[in-house]
């Protein structure tokens, strides 16, 4: 599997949902998730190629002072990264190797009206 891996001397450390991994340097973070789960990223609904923006991440840099979003697919990853949201896509590919943090940032990633939704469904068929 190296060979999908852009060449890399080291491993920086990363952190995902506040969880952190060792991932190779000089690889776009999406390469970096698939490092961490080979058996499941590789299966994922993504196009590698900045279309399909299923690989989209809430991203905090050390320089930043605010986490932005990001295509995983595009950026390379660095030394310190703090990733604090997941796309569906990466949480279903990566929730073994995240574990109850990806079940809370999926019910956190759904919006507001997804939820009332739910709840008003729920309500009409408890009716
Ligand atoms: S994998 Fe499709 S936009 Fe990144």
Redesign the pocket.
């Known amino acids: 599997m190296s060979e999908v891996f852009r060449p890399y001397e080291k491993l920086v450390e990363i952190t995902i949902l506040g969880k952190t991994f060792l991932v190779p340097e000089r690889n776009s973070l ?1 390469r970096a998730f698939q490092f961490i789960s080979p058996e499941t990223i590789p299966y994922g609904r ?10 989209r991440v809430d991203c905090h840099l050390p320089d930043d002072d605010r986490a932005r979003p990001i ?4 950026f390379i990853v660095s030394e310190g990264m703090a990733i604090s949201n997941l796309a569906p896509e990466l949480v279903g590919c990566l929730r073994a190797k995240l574990g109850h943090v990806a079940q809370s940032n999926r019910e956190a990633a759904a919006p507001p009206q997804t939820k009332a939704s739910l709840a008003a469904m729920a309500t009409a068929e408890n009716e």
């Open positions: 999406l993504f196009c590698w190629n900045q279309e399909c923006q299923f690989c295509l995983s697919c595009k």
